[in-house]
């Protein structure tokens, strides 16, 4: 079992709805990430957090808006997504936000807009 | 422009051969290599991760070797097994003093191991 938990596993959802995604990681980790991922291809950056600060965001439209309420939560907030959103979103932690660190993954949640 | 280029895009071969894997990068100013394993459906997890001065590590029946003078690295994997059917990512860290954001990701090599 991965140690980066995410919830829900699938999510559908119409273009104007609002849901929310959640990370959780106990792992002491201080950075996390949040990655989109389409079928077939490698997973694309979207946010990073270090230290419960937003560092990098990765030019993200609007619809997507990550939150960080502690240092082993991370949670991307939908909403009015279109159908390009639909995607693998996976979750990432590592120790800090240092360079060499290995990034721990969740498995994801599978959303698809309707 | 930074660049991570994996061949093949993907492999068949039969349980318990051998198979190598390539990945070569352009990549400026170079951090480190890693390799990741992704299973259909899940989130990709690490086997490797080398620094320059690295030449090869190992990873139980998974070996990357680095050569930072061609920019090359390959991942052999010994003795295949079933359950080593995934797709394997190719990722280079850029060095830019201390932010994680800098990933290249590779397309990945999906290989596939029949009995």
């Known amino acids: 079992d991965t140690e980066v938990t995410q919830t829900p596993k699938h999510l559908v959802m119409g273009m104007t709805n609002k849901k929310s995604l959640k990370c959780e990681q106990h792992m002491g980790h201080r950075a996390m990430y949040w990655y989109k991922q389409k079928a077939k291809k490698p997973p ?71 | 422009k930074n660049q991570v280029e994996q061949s093949p895009q993907s492999l068949i071969i039969l349980e318990g051969k051998n198979c190598t894997l390539q990945c070569n990068y352009t990549v400026s100013p170079f951090s480190n290599l890693r390799w990741y394993k992704q ?49 394997y990512i ?3 860290s850029l060095n830019y003093g201390g932010s994680q954001g800098n990933l290249i990701f590779g397309k990945g090599t999906k290989l596939s191991v029949k009995p």
């Not at chain 1, 279109?82 to 994801?108: I, K, N, T, V």
């Not at chain 2, 690295?54 to 097994?81: F, P």
């Open chain 1, 44 to 114: 694309e950056l979207m946010f990073v957090y270090s230290y419960e600060k937003l560092s990098i965001n990765e030019s993200v439209p609007s619809r997507f808006s990550p939150e960080c309420p502690n240092s082993s939560l991370l949670n991307l907030h939908l909403h009015a997504l279109q159908p390009e959103d639909s995607a693998l979103y996976l979750c990432a932690s590592s120790q800090d936000g240092g360079w060499g660190r290995p990034q721990h993954f969740g498995d994801g949640t599978r959303l698809s807009i309707l």
């Open chain 2, 39 to 87: 299973d259909t459906g899940r989130g990709p997890v690490s086997l490797t991760i080398m620094t320059f001065s690295e030449n090869t590590k190992s990873n139980g029946r998974y070996t990357a070797t680095l050569d930072a003078d061609t920019k090359q690295s390959s991942l052999h994997i010994t003795a295949s097994q079933l359950s080593d059917s995934a797709s």
């Open chain 2, 90 to 92: 190719c990722v280079v």
